[in-house]
């Protein structure tokens, strides 16, 4: 299966809100909920931020939030951080029983 | 405190075989509803999904890579054990294993394993 397509890099100045796409297909994102986000600072292991497209677990900021259109997953995060500055990759369960990530995404805080 | 860890061999030879096995507490894969699964990086590129064993035993596969791996469990030792076999450079990375089923919630701090003669 292929990656999940997701700009190369985004950029925002703090405070402000920014949002992550992930593009997939009739095979993965349009036709489960099972869209997960993990964020992953620099020589550390991914962390889940968001599951089932749009559910938080505990101790994740509420500035987080995801939402799906589509075949198109987004990740928004609102008030931005300088600690939020890491990359962010999108992964979806694609039915034949794989799960499939995305490209990856560097989240450059101005 | 759910913790994972990874282990093996760091360096290996194109062409060989590698056995990592994850090492894992706080939960057990006895459990209904629990998996884990291994996720590579190659330094400075993408994550990419490789396996996941239920706890009722059902394995999955990356199917580009389905051929190469095998995934098994040993729910008395509380350890998951990858092998992929035919090595090569393109394999080189660092290796996950996470907590999961639809997602994965927790991670270990990956293993690098660098193929190279």
């Known amino acids: 299966q292929s990656a999940l397509t997701q700009p190369a890099s985004v950029s925002g100045s703090p405070g402000q809100s920014i949002t992550i796409s992930c593009t997939g297909s009739?095979?993965?994102?349009?036709?489960?909920?099972?869209v997960s986000w993990y964020q992953q600072h620099p020589g550390r292991a991914p962390k889940l931020i968001i599951f089932?497209?749009?559910n938080r677990p505990s101790g994740v900021s509420n500035r987080f939030s995801g939402s799906k259109s589509g075949n198109t997953a987004s990740l928004t995060i609102s008030w931005l951080q300088a600690e939020d500055e890491s990359d962010y990759y999108c992964?979806?369960?694609?039915?034949?029983?794989?799960?499939?990530f995305g490209g990856g995404t560097k989240l450059t805080v101005l | 405190q759910i913790t994972l860890r990874e282990s093996g061999r760091t360096l290996v030879k194109p062409t060989e075989t590698v056995t990592l096995t994850c090492t894992f507490s706080?939960?057990?894969?006895?459990?209904?509803?629990?998996?884990v699964g291994w996720i590579r990086q190659p330094p400075g590129k993408a994550l990419e999904w490789l396996a996941l064993?239920?706890?009722?035993?059902?394995?999955f596969y990356s199917p580009s890579l389905k051929s190469r791996l095998t995934i098994t469990k040993d729910t008395s030792k509380n350890q998951v054990v990858l092998i992929l076999t035919n090595m090569g450079p393109v394999d080189t990375a660092t290796y996950y294993c996470?907590?999961?089923?639809?997602?994965?919630?927790?991670w270990g701090q990956g293993t690098l394993i660098t193929v190279s003669s």
């Open positions: 992964s979806s369960y694609t039915g034949s029983n794989s799960w499939v």
């Open positions: 009739t095979s993965d994102i349009s036709t489960y909920n099972y």
């Open positions: 089932d497209v749009n």
């Open positions: 706080g939960f057990s894969l006895s459990t209904s509803e629990v998996g």
């Open positions: 064993i239920y706890w009722d035993g059902n394995k």
């Open positions: 996470a907590r999961g089923l639809r997602h994965f919630d927790h």
